[in-house]
């Protein structure tokens, strides 16, 4: 019995980061070729994949530095999208609309938590990039999460500010 849960436990940690990768992939695709449609760029959803992963495994080819600098300057853009958004609809929160709300409805939102944070099985690779150096680590992995979730707690706040309860449930699914 204590092999088979090693088993279970040892395929999970394997198959999980393929998963969530294969996740991400799928959404980055389609925000590809979205954005390639913006800009007039009709093209079939499978060259788009190629090419998209294409670019990824070149940076990905360049090495961990590249990937760094490369996530890094990803991460700025999407702060600086993010706060903008916040900044720009902020105005229009009405604390009325937060409040009444039901403690059940806060369990459609841990799939979206459990995906967000299911990279923690990184830490390892994380640990050889920062040789080793427990307290860098530790704070890493203490930042890289909580920014993450302030953020989603912020988004989630501001949007359910500004959208009354008589919306239908597909308009706000729409949203995310």
């Known amino acids: ?19 969530l990768l294969a996740a991400s992939l799928v959404g980055s695709c389609d925000f590809f070729k979205h954005l390639l449609y913006q800009m007039f760029f009709v093209l079939p959803h499978w060259f788009i994949a190629v090419l998209f992963i294409f670019l990824l495994g070149t940076v990905v080819f360049f090495g961990i530095h590249a990937i760094d600098k490369v996530n890094r300057v990803l ?8 706060f903008l958004l916040i900044g720009l609809i902020a105005p229009h929160v009405s604390v009325h609309n937060l409040t009444g709300g039901q403690i059940i409805y806060l369990s459609s939102s841990t ?4 995906t967000s944070f299911g990279f923690a099985t990184i830490i390892p690779s994380i640990r050889n990039y920062f040789h080793d150096d427990v307290k860098i680590l530790l704070l890493a992995i203490l930042i890289g999460s909580f920014v993450p ?24 699914v729409c949203l995310y």
Not at 75 to 82: S, W
Not at 111 to 114: D, E, I, N, S
């Open 1 to 19: 019995l204590r092999g088979s849960r090693q088993v279970i436990a040892l395929l999970t940690y394997f198959v999980l980061p393929y998963i």
């Open 75 to 82: 991460m700025l853009v999407k702060f600086a999208a993010f």
């Open 111 to 114: 799939t979206v938590a459990v």
């Open 149 to 172: 979730l302030l953020c989603y707690i912020l988004l989630d706040l501001t949007i359910m500010g500004v959208i009354p309860r008589a919306v239908p449930c597909c308009f706000i």
